[in-house]
């Protein structure tokens, strides 16, 4: 007979219906026609993305809708070098959050384009998107992010965001 | 915004553990892939089954692995009307603890009945294997328990 039996695999799986609501809905349709829309906060100004549809501090509804920029800026990442099960992209590779020019809160995305020892606080980077007859409802229609060739914003500009 | 404008999408989350499995349950294991069901013996002379690595009464080593069934009673079940998916079987079943001949614990294992009323305590069942070369060293190498003289 063959060798024992040492491994055991034990797949565990949970199946959800996933309604994004109001908020992300209109962001996700946004997302379908390549732009970033946040709401902004009557009360205290601050603009959210992805829009949740209610202020954390203020608890109002965010009835105002902002069109983001394209670009933003790195406030802070991390360099991907484990690899893991499921992974789609090479390793390494960066993950920053990103604050949106516009935006009062930052967000994770991939950073791409650039070699892993060249990133930094401050740098300002740009949206990839799909093609145009790929875009959909979906992350997946950002591709990554990339360095714009802006100059790096000031700390100051992002230190709150951090 | 209308409700219906809401956006709703599956969203699966899903992750395998590949754990090792250690001497006992490994033996275990590849008895079931063997077509064999084994049980651990302990000092006290009983036998578990499935085998632990210590005794559960006592917390000592067990002993020698030694193959019990592949039949036994069904000590208690319970009816699955609906089954999920990735369940044992895809029609109504029985969970059940059967006690395998040899063996002096209840394995948690499926029985495939027609009904519950085709169920009871005491009945005797016997496992229905997979065939060899579908067998990989698994629980689910024993398809399901059937009632005794049941066409397998």
């Excluded at chain 2, 079931?32 to 499935?50: M, N």
């Amino acid at each position: 007979m063959s060798e024992p039996v040492t491994m055991l695999e034990t797949p565990i799986r949970i199946d959800y219906e996933f309604t994004a609501g109001l908020a992300q809905s209109r962001y996700l349709k946004g997302i379908a026609e390549g732009r970033f829309l946040g709401q902004r906060c009557p009360k205290c100004g601050k603009v959210y993305v992805p829009p949740r549809g209610s202020c954390p501090t203020d608890g109002v509804p965010t009835t105002d809708e902002v069109v983001l920029g394209n670009t933003g800026i790195v406030t802070t990442y991390c360099v991907v070098n484990v690899p893991f099960q499921g992974q789609s992209i090479e390793i390494p590779y960066i993950c920053a959050q990103i604050l949106l020019d516009g935006a009062n809160i930052a967000f994770m995305g991939l950073i791409q384009e650039v070699p892993t020892d060249e990133i930094r606080m401050g740098m300002r980077v740009e949206a990839v998107w799909v093609d145009k007859k790929d875009l959909g409802p979906t992350m997946a229609s950002v591709k990554y992010f990339r360095p714009s060739g802006e100059p790096d914003a000031a700390y100051e500009t992002y230190e709150e965001y951090l | 915004m209308a409700e219906s404008e809401v956006l709703r999408a599956p969203h699966t989350i899903e992750y395998t553990y590949t754990r090792s499995v250690g001497p006992v349950i490994g033996a275990f294991l590849t008895g079931l892939r063997d077509g064999k069901i084994l049980g651990a013996t302990t000092g006290g002379g009983r036998v578990v089954v499935p085998p632990t690595e210590y005794d559960p009464i006592t917390s000592e080593d067990v002993g020698e692995l030694v193959e019990v069934g592949p039949s036994g009673i069904v000590t208690t079940w319970a009816w699955a009307a609906r089954p999920l998916p990735d369940q044992p079987l895809d029609r109504p079943f029985a969970w059940a603890l059967v006690q395998l001949d040899g063996a002096d614990t209840g394995m948690l294992h499926v029985v495939d009945a027609a009904g519950p009323e085709a169920m009871a305590s005491g009945m005797r069942v016997t496992a229905r294997w997979r065939s060899a070369g579908d067998r990989i060293g698994h629980l689910r190498d024993i398809e399901c328990f059937v009632a005794e003289g049941a066409r397998g």
